[in-house]
């Protein structure tokens, strides 16, 4: 109506350290949904801890009988998935204005579960097969979901770490083959490479076993929760 005031949308957070590096990080984090999806799909029995547009679409295939999936794993991955990312959310929220101590906080947190998970199944704690597996099913989710909501308050342009759908849409649409500007194509593909690299090595580590899959997908993030921390600030313009 007339003489309302517009919704403020919400104002994003400038990374604290250069934007190369910012960049690099978020690289790495791509990387590591490759590494966890990986042990998700081929160990937990085919479902995704990051990717939830195709845990949807698993619960609606799991509706036919003959699928072969199971509607539990997707439930509980979406439901693990969005408490991790009501975490984070929360957690951006009580850190508001003090952008480097969030994310060293959220993505310290995320490689202390992963880390943990890595240890309890290397003692065989933590099961990745039959009714066990729901267990490590939502635990990874919930850390994926910390991850991915950091990553979408902070809103760096074409870099999710997870959906790589309008990734490939505008590394395509907007390429000079098709009359557009060609922005960030790098990027973009970058984003590309880093999940499916992240992917390949997960898979092949899982010859060996999951423990060492989840314990380099810990690695990773803590390097980038070290990164957020002792990077240096990006330099002032004007």
């Known amino acids: 109506m007339f003489g309302q005031s517009p919704v403020e949308a919400p104002v994003t957070p400038p990374s604290p350290i250069g934007r190369r590096a910012t960049v690099g990080l978020l690289l790495s984090l791509t990387a590591v949904t490759g590494l966890v999806d990986a042990v998700s799909y081929l160990r937990l029995g085919r479902v995704f801890v990051a990717n939830m547009t195709g845990n949807v679409v698993f619960l609606g295939f ?6 072969g999936l199971s509607p539990i794993a997707s439930l509980v991955a979406l439901v693990g998935f969005v408490l991790g990312a009501l975490a984070g959310g929360r957690l951006a929220v009580e850190l508001e204005g003090r952008t480097r101590r969030w994310l060293v906080t959220a993505f310290a947190v995320e ?26 099913t939502a635990v990874l989710a919930a850390a994926l979901g910390i991850q991915n909501s950091t990553v979408r308050h902070l809103s760096v ?3 999710t770490t997870t959906v790589l ?6 590394l395509a649409a907007d390429s000079f083959i098709a009359g557009g500007p060609g922005a960030r194509p790098y990027r973009r593909f970058g984003s590309v490479v880093m999940m499916f690299a992240g992917a390949a090595a997960g898979a092949a580590l899982l010859r060996v076993s999951v423990t060492p899959v989840i314990a380099v997908a810990a ?17 002032r313009t004007g």
């Open 219 to 235: 690695a990773i993030v803590g390097v980038v929760a070290l990164g957020f921390a002792i990077g240096p600030p990006p330099p």
């Open 111 to 136: 490689a202390v579960i992963l880390a943990v998970v890595a240890l309890l199944t290397g003692v065989g704690t933590a099961a990745y097969h039959g009714d066990g597996r729901f267990a490590t």
């Open 157 to 159: 342009s074409d870099l």
């Open 62 to 67: 799991s509706l036919s009988p003959h699928s």
């Open 165 to 170: 759908t309008l990734t490939l849409t505008g």
